[in-house]
């Protein structure tokens, strides 16, 4: 089975800052890195939380979440207060977040993913008596940024189709870009769970990259004190930006 390479913090290492001020940090979370502890991986002893703050010199709090494999965007208060103020805007649908990924396959130009999914709760998450556990609404956009077609045999055809997609995810459930993707039959590259091994690993022994691909690239949002529409972007880098210039995909969205 096809799984991503660890990825090794170093103690000294810091989370790049792509917008900061007295009231919120966003960062450019690395694949890789959990948010927070988490019953995911026990032994787990670096944290986006805790490297960030052990950088500013202060507590943060987290506004949403990024799965671990996924890179990009990621947003925290400087407060408990201001954290709800910018998740209550997630949960209105309010926040505009915009990923990329690279698929198997060649889907259409563009399209919406209309499938409901059935709720994941983490496994030490209280489930009582009264908690619902019938599919929820989930909506995704999406549009073929690049396609390429190797001349590999990496499945049971003579050669290999990949596309980079913009995703706009309408809903926030939980993985829903990632079994969205699964469920229109482009799984995301990397993914060890909802994904296919074979070019898992073909983009592992033979293109060097070892992560999951998916990233948010952007995120707009209302500042939760001023009230200023923030657009803060994150463009792909490391692994993600190499197999872009191999492919000759753009580095930017138009």
Known sequence: MFRPRPRVVSLAEKLQILYRDEHIVVI?????????????????TRFAIQILRNQIGQHVWPAHRLDRGTSGVLLFGLSREIAGRLGRQFEAGTVDKRYWAIVRGHPSPEGSIDHPLSRQRDPYEFQGEQSSQEAQSALTHFRKLAEIELPVAVDRYPGSRYALLELLPITGRR??????????????IGDSTYGKGQHNRYFAEHLDCHRLLLACTQMNFDHPVSGQRLEI????????????ARFGWPPEAD
């Open 233 to 244: 972007k994150a463009p792909v880098s490391g692994e993600f930006a190499a197999i872009l």
């Open 28 to 44: 450019e979370k690395p694949p890789g890195l959990l948010v927070h502890r988490s019953e995911i991986d026990r032994h787990e």
């Open 175 to 188: 993985h829903q870009l990632r079994r969205h993707l699964k469920h229109l039959a482009h799984p995301i």
